[in-house]
């Protein structure tokens, strides 16, 4: 979430990371953040220390990469752990000395606390990649340790899904963070031609495993599966750690090829088969959400899992991807996998490339980014009160689109409040307590058929293409909605076998209308006065609380009725899902330096505190004025949010309850929308209300006027620009709002420009 990004010098922040894991043993997580963390700040990374034999204290020091150092405490042999402790702080703080205090302090193990406690620094992070106290030869004091890092938080980063839901309850900011994947760095491996050399030699089909050979790994199911197919070869490229070699599994079809560097697994990947993933069913891998899933997809390769539950969770429902739970059940998939398509168009690797479109790396360390920016701007000290070119009054869609444009192309210093305390208005979704990814304020499926705001949104976020659908519970049976020819033929059974069937169909149920004014009058002129009552009348009633004949035409003519089978609920051009979700995407429109964000505040109490030389207002035009006229009518809702313990609630994502007799308009189940793998679901009731927060102005003609003489106030209210659903009174999509208030932002920097250009000529 976008706070103040502007600093208080323009020099870069220093990060100093304290991890138990060497920078030079396996590439993963901790490598993959700080290189990219890089890019903007000073990376010091502090390593456990090596006990020499021969050596008093020094730091190996070394540069792998830009703007990261690397430093290796080594001590004498036979220290105790008050002076150990001792002595790794003296070394830290001559180094600090040097560099200067950190901003922010990264924590991979709670076992660096004794000697950092001390620290000042605005930010403190425990990135939780795993439940470290479940490992083997896990220090007895690294629970208390933990405790102690929980409490100097000032957010918590878990490496998977199982790991949040089981820290979530020990911090007030935890943020799911599974490891994700280079995918640019292992597609390569789909074009390798030439194996490595210890690898070409290798016979038979190859069954291949990279990463740590340790307790997580199931030793006695390698041997198994070697065992059960000796025409198979089983290759194991990692270091082993912790556990004794002589006890690794020996047989003539296992091979274990040593550790490699993170450039040369590409390579070693093209040349298998199947992926393996052997994690053993233990204490140490309960909460493990493991990297190789995607980077074996991305190289191309199927892969057989263990049950790992963020394995299911997450990849469990692609078709390239197997869970076995016994070793015969792990034969049993192998063999399935191996007998897979391998060309390049197969429809297995089509799936896996969709699914890593919305994974990569930068997007985690952008979303970390962002929230370690949060917590550094509420630790900085207080300025004098701030001057800003722009208060935008809301951060929904038009509070966002504005600011974004008048920051970014304008160069203009904005200040973004919401009385809300989160960013995004209406479109706001997070994970709700399952883990789901949920609306909190309803669907919101994002449809233009305008390419301009396509590419505007583009620039924020990926997209995961999705068509909506809807059914409508007629109480025996499920149908499409809106009306199609299947809708037709399973409540009539017409048989209606082409458009021009439907359309004759239609024409004889459809009731003459000498002239449309009203909801009801749109419908049944177009299908007459039965599936008006079935689909419109009682679900009208609900939504708006009153009766369609009571309400303007534009209701209903939203809803079109259709001849072909065609049942998505929308047809524009482009139909998508942010893939990360709205919040997400919200968070780069406002990420820009020039955008100060203040939530959970009212803009008449910030008034007071700021000056400012233009008011963006994107609330009710109405409270603005202070109801001088009287209120405009809305309409508002409530909703009921449910998590299942089951994986799936309907068959698809909206099912819509056109009769009066149940309370509810629709259910909603989220995965449909997000395409989230899990065990569980969640879904949203939507129950309509008179009161409550403003959703749905109400169309009928006695509202339109008293808004036209709220409008004329606007229009003669210089220095403030009324943009978005609710300042305009008008039930706009998403892709309007957004469309709005990019041309209002044009219209305004005309006319900003025009009066610039007349000032100067004046003085002229």
Request: aromatic share 10%; proline share 6%; glycine share 4%.
């Amino acid at each position: 979430m976008s706070a103040n990004q502007n600093h208080e010098t323009d020099e870069r922040a220093v990060l100093l990371c304290l991890s138990h894991l060497r920078w030079n043993f396996v590439f993963q997580r901790p490598q993959q953040i700080m290189t990219r963390l890089a890019r903007s700040m000073d990376i010091l990374f502090w390593e456990e220390p090596v006990f020499d034999a021969t050596a008093e204290r020094w730091i190996e020091r070394s540069s792998p990469a830009t703007g990261v150092e690397i430093f290796a405490p080594h001590l004498a042999p036979g220290l105790d752990p008050v002076a150990v402790e001792a002595q790794l702080r003296e070394m830290l703080d001559e180094v600090l000395a040097s560099r200067g205090m950190p901003q922010v302090r990264w924590y991979y193990t709670p076992m660096m606390v004794p000697f950092t406690r001390h620290i000042t620094s605005q930010c403190v992070v425990y990135d939780c990649m795993d439940e470290l106290a479940n490992f083997d030869q896990a220090p007895p004091e690294l629970r208390g340790m933990e405790r102690e890092l929980f409490a100097m938080a000032d957010v918590v980063f878990t490496g998977g899904y199982s790991l949040y839901e089981a820290k979530r309850a020990v911090h007030l900011s935890v943020h799911p963070f599974p490891s994700s994947v280079d995918t640019k760095h292992y597609l390569t491996a789909r074009t390798v031609v030439e194996q490595p050399a210890d690898q070409a030699s290798i016979p038979g089909k190859k069954l291949g495993f990279f990463g740590v050979i340790d307790e997580r790994i199931d030793l006695d199911l390698i041997a198994a599966v070697a065992d059960q197919r000796p025409d198979w070869s089983i290759v194991m490229v990692g270091p082993v750690v912790k556990i004794d070699e002589a006890k690794l599994p020996r047989r003539s079809n296992i091979f274990y090829l040593g550790s490699k560097a993170y450039a040369e697994l590409p390579a070693y990947a093209a040349g298998w088969d199947v992926a393996l993933m052997p994690f053993a069913i233990n204490a140490a891998t309960r909460f493990i959400s493991p990297t190789k899933t995607p980077e074996y997809l991305a190289a191309g390769l199927p892969v057989v899992s263990t049950p790992i539950t963020d394995v299911i969770r997450h990849y469990g429902a692609i078709d390239a991807v197997a869970i076995a739970a016994t070793s015969d059940a792990f034969v049993a998939e192998c063999d399935r996998m191996l007998s897979l398509d391998q060309s390049e168009n197969a429809a297995w690797l089509a799936q896996a490339d969709k699914l890593l479109l919305s994974l990569s790396w930068e997007r985690v360390v952008n979303d970390m980014r962002l929230l370690i920016e949060e917590k550094r701007a509420a630790k900085r000290p207080a300025s004098a009160p701030t001057h800003y070119d722009y208060l935008v009054v809301g951060a929904g869609f038009a509070g966002a689109v504005m600011a974004e444009r008048l920051a970014a192309d304008a160069g203009k210093s904005v200040l973004v409040i919401d009385r809300r305390p989160h960013i995004a208005g209406n479109a706001f979704d997070h994970l709700d307590d399952a883990g789901i990814l949920i609306h909190q304020y309803g669907p919101h499926i994002f449809h233009t058929n305008s390419q301009e705001i396509v590419n505007y949104l583009s620039r924020f976020t990926e997209w995961r293409l999705y068509e909506h659908r809807v059914l409508a519970d007629l109480g025996d049976k499920l149908v499409p909605m809106p009306i199609n020819r299947t809708t037709l033929n399973l409540m009539y059974d017409a048989g209606l076998e082409t458009d021009a069937d439907a359309e004759a169909f239609l024409a004889s149920l459809a009731e003459p209308v000498e002239t449309v004014r009203t909801s009801e009058d749109v419908v049944v002129s177009k299908v007459g006065r039965e599936l008006y009552e079935t689909f419109f009348r009682g679900y009208t009633r609900k939504q708006w609380g009153m009766d369609p004949s009571e309400l303007d035409k534009s209701v209903t003519s939203r809803v079109p009725t259709r001849t072909n089978d065609d049942d998505r609920y929308f047809t524009d051009i482009f139909q998508a899902m942010p893939a990360k979700g709205y919040t997400a995407m919200f968070e780069r429109i406002l990420s820009h330096p020039n955008i100060t964000l203040r939530l959970g505040e009212d803009y008449r109490d910030v008034r007071k505190e700021v000056s400012f030389d233009h008011l963006v207002f994107t609330g009710p035009i109405d409270e603005y004025f202070d109801f001088r006229f009287g209120k405009l009518p809305y309409r508002s809702l409530e909703f009921k949010h449910v998590s299942l313990d089951q994986e799936q609630f309907q068959s698809v994502a909206t099912v819509n309850y056109p009769s009066e007799d149940v309370p509810y308009t629709r259910i909603t189940e989220y995965k449909f929308l997000t395409g989230q793998t899990a065990a569980n679901t969640s879904i949203t009731y939507e129950y309509p209300q008179a009161e409550g927060d403003p959703y749905y102005p109400i169309p009928r003609p006695a509202n339109e006027a008293l808004f036209k003489r709220y409008e004329a106030l606007a229009d003669a209210t210089e220095d403030v620009t009324f943009v978005g659903r609710l300042a305009t009174y008008r039930y706009y999509n998403m892709d309007q709002v957004v469309g709005q208030a990019l041309a209002t932002y044009r219209r305004h920097s005309e006319k900003r420009d025009d009066y610039a250009m007349a000032k100067f000529a004046a003085a002229e």
